[in-house]
């Protein structure tokens, strides 16, 4: 019976040191822009934008949408600012229902 009690507690030791992780060990690996911001990282206001992990992994925002699509509003929006948060530049390719010939 003495035997039985002290696997016990050696197993019930184990198991305690094995679930003690950290909770940066538990986390989930980082492996995009958007999870890199998501889990409160630096990001840099660089173009385009960057963020920084605690160890030092550098993610860039693939390519930041600067412009609206306005396909399909019955308007053809030929020529364009380029700012962020003006219409993207359309063509009777890429919006054929407002750009008829």
Same mark, same amino acid.
């Given at each position: 019976? $003495?035997?039985?009690?002290?696997?016990? %507690? *050696?197993?019930?030791?184990? %198991? &305690?040191?094995?679930?003690?992780?950290? &909770?940066?060990?538990? &986390?989930?690996? *980082?492996?995009?822009?958007?999870?890199?911001? &998501?889990? +409160?990282? @630096?990001?840099?206001?660089?173009?385009?934008?960057?963020?920084?992990? =605690?160890? +030092? %992994?550098?993610?860039?925002?693939?390519?930041?949408?600067?412009?609206?699509? =306005?396909? +399909?509003?019955? $308007?053809? @929006?030929? *020529?364009?600012?380029?700012?962020?948060?003006?219409?993207?530049? $359309?063509?009777?390719?890429?919006?054929? $229902?407002?750009? =008829?010939?």
């Amino acid at each position: 019976m $003495e035997i039985f009690r002290s696997s016990a %507690l *050696i197993f019930a030791l184990v %198991l &305690a040191s094995c679930s003690s992780l950290t &909770a940066e060990q538990k &986390a989930k690996p *980082i492996l995009s822009f958007e999870e890199c911001v &998501a889990a +409160g990282n @630096q990001v840099l206001r660089s173009m385009p934008p960057k963020c920084v992990t =605690k160890d +030092g %992994l550098i993610f860039i925002q693939e390519k930041p949408n600067t412009c609206i699509d =306005k396909c +399909g509003d019955g $308007e053809c @929006q030929e *020529i364009v600012c380029q700012a962020i948060d003006c219409p993207c530049a $359309e063509t009777a390719e890429s919006c054929p $229902e407002d750009c =008829k010939s």
